[in-house]
């Protein structure tokens, strides 16, 4: 019943979007039994531009040896993708030719390969200084791959001092976009802007709309946080209220799913695994539905009627959380118990 009535709303979308808790391995098997039930055009993924044009070459182009061969070399460099479960998410989306796109700044383990991708593509002028970026981010991003107390290599004094021995005169189009969001990147690494990471987000959708997205159907995958229609926990207007904007203005549909464990370990960033946190601020917002939800089964939970009633203002909800999850969600869907996403290697 509940896939049903999930799978009607999703057929009915151009823009379903999926926020989630992170490194679940439940979750990218939810997202590929969407995408084998349902068609889609594009694949948004909470990466970088690049990293994500990089996955569809590589699987695309490669053997499976040669594929292999590239994860060992370069797997801690793929954010969630490291995972084993969202790698394999990322070769069927590539089998079945949906165009992945990525919202993201640069990921601050991402930026080895992203300086192989230049030192490979980038003008002859840069490329000796390239592979000098590639080697030293390497270097200082395997101690903290190791010990994560220590500093990444944007936040590394020789980042700024070997971007600077750039020759920006001799770049072309693309390789220029790059240096501009590695600099972009590096710059919201050092502030911790949420601020400035949401609207390079924004500017990266709106760039994608008009060739990839308007008329099409798309698939999001995105932290709990930005996948709501309305003002998020933090508070900011995220990735999802854009897409919904964008589907009014389409006169089409955005549906927007919240994934979330009721109990469970989840993996760590890179390695290791922790215990789904029920003491979090969200999760003790959202006690009445994980109260409600099996200990055994998935819960499906659909919040339009409940949005209604607040709409109309004939109820007030006194947490915030709760009230924003309610009027941002269209529906929730609960895992009784999460597993880890296990790592590439």
Known sequence: MGWTQLMERVNQSHYVLIGEDHFIREIPLFTQALIRASSFQNYVAELDPWMMQLFQD?????SNAELQRWIDSNYNCFSFFQKQPDFDLLKTLVQKKIRLLGLEQICLTSTSVIFQYLYETGSPQNRKQYAALRDSSSAVNEVFFKDLAK??????????????????????????EVV??????????????????????????????????????????????????????????????????????????SYHILVLPKSGLKAGFLNGTEPVD?????????????????????TFITLDKIRRVLNNKSYHIPDANLEKTIKGYDAIIIIPVATPAPALR
Request: glycine share 4%.
């Open 278 to 298: 029920l003491s979090d601020d969200l999760f003790k917002s959202l006690s009445p539905f994980f109260t409600a939800a099996s200990d055994t089964a998935w």
């Open 58 to 62: 590589k699987i695309t182009r490669l």
């Open 180 to 253: 501009d969001a590695l600099m972009i990147s590096q710059k919201i690494y050092q502030t911790g802007s949420h601020s400035q990471r949401i609207k390079l987000m924004q500017q990266n959708f709106l760039q994608y709309y008009t060739p990839y997205m308007k008329g099409k159907r798309s698939l999001f995958r995105f932290g709990a946080n930005h996948a709501m229609k309305g003002e998020s926990y933090l508070p900011v207007y995220d990735i999802g209220t854009t897409a919904h904007v964008l589907a009014q203005s389409e006169q089409v549909e």
């Open 151 to 176: 500093p990444y290599f944007f936040k590394s004094p020789s980042f700024a001092k070997q971007m600077a021995g750039l020759d920006r005169s001799s770049m072309q189009k693309d390789e220029k």
